[in-house]
């Protein structure tokens, strides 16, 4: 199997400029025309090569002629065409089956609506192309299909015509006016809901606003609307930025590979990101929904108007648009909270990938699936660095270089060097060395020393970076770190930005008493800190910090110390206490919370299981999982009356989605949850379950008997399945909840799961909801001591491979990381790896799987 290399980036030889793609659609066999203006880059003719896949190819002509099928060579991925003039028109004739596609690439029917996805490479599924983003092409669309089992028939652009055939079909015709690289292409045709809308631009343009969904379900895309107009105003607002067509599509569907996709103009979206309404879906929900519409819409500039020149450089879009995103989130609500979630993502995920086998830069430099590389370190490490350039030229300075950067390049594909370029040049400042974060792989470590000198009243710093090898890469170069720092002395907080540029540096401040260092405030770099922190420090911090992240990364250096010491003492069978001071902290904060309820929950909450296993290098599960238990149950009984008061204090009001009352109920979630570790607590359970008038409230008490291992767990659960067992985004919450139970009984549950009426092999939420949360939140049972968890999950992952390679793929990462867990662990996943890599697997699991045996 042949990796493709960035180094061999070559432009393309010929380009299409034009297609009119005409779809008679039927779910065996749509009948596909495809005409292309072709146009040679040199002006002269040559070997035309078109990429395609799982194709049924019914003809070709040329200029109107029809080929012999002699003149052309068609292989398993490609049809050849020798002797291409070096303008021509070329027609292909494609015979699809939709209906026989689970993998949900190409065209597909999602619950008997058609839909395509072609991101990254999903076009060549839909008729041979030259599937690359470099490749910009106006399109039009003809759809033909029955006009009353079809009644919506949408594809990228501005309608242009509808007209009823006579045999009851209807033709709809769609012109995009802005050159688009095929992976942005759509179409979709059903009978949906459509929730309708409009925003006028700041430039006073009017633009429809269209969200299709399953029948029955309008009520619930209201919010998803709402979010889309605020996330059209932030964008002008913040950048300036406008939307340049009259309609703006979004149609949910609940067949998907991932959350959501941003085709011009319309938009495909997974149906848990658009559905919503107080009963059904949680704060969470709600919140994920306003960040992803928002992400998608912010794509219309960031990734559509000015799009990547190849695959590699697919964080030119998505880590700058999640950059985008996270700062609409933030203006929309707590900008400290927002930012607690990206550093919880970053120090779980993406470092735990830099230290995998599938390590990669941000800009990934080898790639055999580009399925593969739409990882937390493209996306969510691609936005730290865009942050990092946010905070080194400032706010203003960053707009000027995005001015330009839209200047030079609207209707372009470029790369990320063009996007450092604009940036360096509106700013006036030399960024080579910055452009290394582009380059290395893995996370630097960052060692600070201080020393304080009475005399001089000096403090000074001694800083050190060093990246370790990685799994793609053995040498690192130093990096330019954005070191935010605050020293905290008599009772005031110095603010600093330092800029690290070598491996080993010291800065100096004058200062007259020792300083406490808040380094790294703000998570101002990637990075792991080392820096030997004593308790009393900590929780100074905790209290006087400015930056409300490093408030919070106070807390979570705590605990950290705190799993440390009680590992120690459980392996030598020593009982470890929780310390005097940490709980008095806590009895203060319960006793008189901070103003901001939502950010004192966070403070309260003890770190979980993937936020403390990244600081082992072999990575001890079963004590972690006692260890944080074991903390929960302290905190529970010691602060006991602490927490009902606190719970009691905080009355339910009424639902609404509103920062305060998410925050409110964020806190009593917290109470609620230690509260189920204590015994006499069921009615209070019980009643919140009963009573409340939100999913939120409600899904809080079964997470918390399920995490409390508590016996009303199985009852309400019952009551919880039976409630919605008609309401499948629903049921995925019951679904997540089975599956994340911590006792053995959970292995025969995922049996019954699987077998479930609900339950479906073809749909990736319904797998996910089960497979995903037995991995992520269920690490007692998934690594359990007999080896079964692996084996489960492994056999998913093949059997999935041949439904769905994708979705297969991002399941089988929790066993690739068997380096880092301890021997016996180890020995089981190394075999469950070796036996799927004796199988006949797709690229997909095939790049994953290998790597990790390497
Ligand atoms: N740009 C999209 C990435 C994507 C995707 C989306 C849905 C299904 C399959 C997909 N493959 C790649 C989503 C985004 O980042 O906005
Ligand atoms: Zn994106």
Known sequence: RQAKKLSDYKAPEFTITDVELSFELSPEATALTAVYQVVSASGKAGTLILDG???????????????????????????????????????????????????????????????????????????????????????????????????????????????????GRRHVTWVDPFPKPSYLFALVAGDFDCLKGSYTT?????????????????????????????????????????????????????????????????????????????????????????????HEYFHNWTGNRVTCRDWFQLSLKEGLTVFRDQQFSADMGSATLNRIDAVKTIRTAQFAEDAGPMAHPIRPQQVLEMNNFYTVTVYDKGAEVIRMLHTLLGQAGFRKGMDLYFKRHDGQAVTCDDFVSAMQDANGRDLTLFSR??????????????????????????????????????????????????????????????????????????????????????????????????????????RDAKDGVARWDAIQQLWQMQVIAAIDAKNTGAEYLLPGELLEFYRQLLAKPLEDLAFTAELLTVPGYDMVAEQFDEIPVQDLVWVLQNFQQQLATKLVEQWRLCYKSLHPAAYQYQEQHVAKRALRSVCLQYLAFVVGSDELLRQQYQHSDNMTDQLAVLRSCRTASHPLFAELMADFEQRWNNDVLVLDKWFSLSASYPQSSVFDTLEQLTAHPQFSWQNPNRVRAVFGAFYQQNPQMFHSADGKGYQVLADVVLKMDSINPQVAARLVTPLLS?????????????????????????????????????
């Open 53 to 167: 896949q799982e194709l049924k190819l019914l003809s070709v002509s040329l200029d109107g002629q029809l080929l012999n099928a002699d003149s052309y060579q068609v292989t398993a991925e490609q049809l050849i065409l020798p002797g291409m003039p070096a303008k021509a028109q070329l027609e292909l004739k494609i015979e699809l089956n939709p209906k026989a596609n689970t993998a949900l690439e190409g065209l597909y029917l999602s619950n008997g609506a058609y839909c395509t996805q072609c991101e990254a490479e999903g076009f060549r599924r839909i008729s041979y192309y030259l599937d690359r983003p470099d490749v910009l092409a106006r399109f039009t669309t003809h759809i033909i299909a029955d006009d009353n089992t079809y009644p919506a028939l949408l594809s990228n652009g501005n309608l242009v015509s509808s007209t009823l055939l006579p045999d």
């Open 202 to 294: 700041g430039s006073g343009r009017e633009v429809a606003l269209e969200f299709y969904v399953d029948k029955g379900n309008k009520q619930r895309a209201h919010f998803a609307l709402e979010s889309l107009k605020r996330a059209m105003l932030w964008d002008e607002q913040s950048f300036g930025l406008e939307y340049d067509l009259d309609v703006y599509m979004v149609v949910a569907v609940d067949f998907f590979n991932m959350g959501a996709m941003e085709n011009k103009g319309l938009n495909v979206f997974n149906s848990k990101y658009v559905l919503a309404d107080q009963s059904s879906a949680t704060d969470t929900d709600f919140f994920n929904i306003e960040s992803i519409i928002g």
């Open 437 to 542: 974060w582009y380059q290395q792989s893995g996370t630097p470590q960052l060692k600070v020393h201080s020393h304080y000198d009475a005399k001089k009243r000096e403090f000074k710093l001694l800083m050190q970076q060093h990246t370790a090898g990685t799994a793609d890469q053995a040498e690192k170069l130093p990096l330019l770190l954005p070191v935010r720092l605050e020293l905290l002395a008599e009772g005031k907080s110095y603010p600093y930005l330092l800029e690290m540029t070598e491996a080993e540096q010291e800065f100096t401040f004058a200062v007259s008493q020792k300083p406490i260092p808040v380094l790294l405030a703000d998570f101002s770099a990637p990075v792991k800190l080392h820096y030997q922190y004593q308790m009393d420090e900590l929780l100074l911090i905790a």
């Open 818 to 854: 068997w380096k880092r867990y301890q021997a016996q662990s180890q020995l089981q996943l190394k075999s469950v790896l070796q036996t799927m890599l004796a199988k006949d697997l797709s690229d997909d699991l095939y790049e994953k799987v290998s790597k990790s045996l390497n």
